[in-house]
């Protein structure tokens, strides 16, 4: 069964340091993956996506995220955080196993703390 | 010019009355979502339609009946609501259903059940 981990409810960085979100998967064969941001009471943003290729994505408000095949991991990274990056992250594989529906499995979110 | 939009934001009502969210994409996608978000915030796929025909039908109870009318708008109606229907849920769409698509997201409406 396809499925996406993220390890961490609650990551709390300083604003200017490096932030890293932790996310791993199990899916058969190449996953699709995505990152999405939920700001408090709001919709989910489309931060970026792994299809296929440069193994290091860059996304939406200066994030990125790096696809690791051998440790099933995709980790969403930024330089530098700002406190408006305070947010719920979520992590999501595209389900094939019922083909051609677009099913997405979401992880069950991180919650992203950036302090003054 | 709102991508994806739904309605009510808000919806508040009794056990057992029926009510219905609205959703309206105007991205020009063929496919439409619904996303349940629980109190814990754990997302999890309800239905889909591609082309106004239902392609993902999860194990949700039967008070759960989405209608497409055309391909820009999905609507959820719920019969005989229950306080275990308190949640948020979301529309999304995408341009097809396979593979790589991005899936929007619209805003959400939060149904408090009392």
């Known amino acids: 069964a396809q499925s996406v981990a993220q390890p961490e409810d609650q990551v709390n960085v300083a604003e200017g340091n490096p932030l890293t979100v932790k996310c791993t998967y199990s899916?058969?064969?190449?996953?699709?993956l995505f990152w999405y941001v939920q700001y408090p009471n709001r919709g989910l943003q489309f931060l970026l996506k792994?299809?296929?290729?440069?193994?290091l994505v860059k996304g939406s408000y200066g994030f990125e995220a790096e696809f690791n095949k051998s440790q099933t991991s995709f980790h969403l990274k930024k330089p530098s955080a700002l406190v408006s990056d305070s947010a719920l992250y979520f992590c999501?594989?595209?389900?094939?196993?019922?083909?051609?529906?677009?099913?997405?499995?979401f992880g069950q979110g991180t919650t992203l703390q950036v302090k003054p | 010019d709102t991508a994806v939009s739904q309605t009510p934001k808000y919806l508040v009502t009794q056990m057992g009355n029926d009510k219905s969210i609205k959703c309206e994409q105007n991205?020009?996608?063929?496919?439409m979502y619904w996303y349940k978000q629980d109190s814990k915030k754990f997302l999890k796929i309800m239905f889909s339609?591609?082309?106004?025909?239902?392609?993902i039908n999860e194990t949700v109870p039967n008070r759960f009946s989405p209608k497409s009318p055309d391909k820009a708008h999905l609507n959820l109606h719920i019969n005989s609501l229950e306080l275990g229907d308190s949640a948020v849920y979301f529309c999304a769409s995408s341009q097809v259903p396979q593979g790589r698509e991005t899936q929007y997201f619209g805003p959400g409406t939060r149904l408090l059940v009392l």
């Open positions: 999501a594989v595209r389900d094939k196993s019922s083909s051609n529906t677009g099913k997405l499995i």
């Open positions: 339609y591609n082309n106004k025909e239902l392609i």
């Open positions: 792994y299809i296929t290729g440069d193994n």
């Open positions: 991205l020009g996608h063929d496919t």
């Open positions: 899916v058969s064969g190449n996953p699709y």
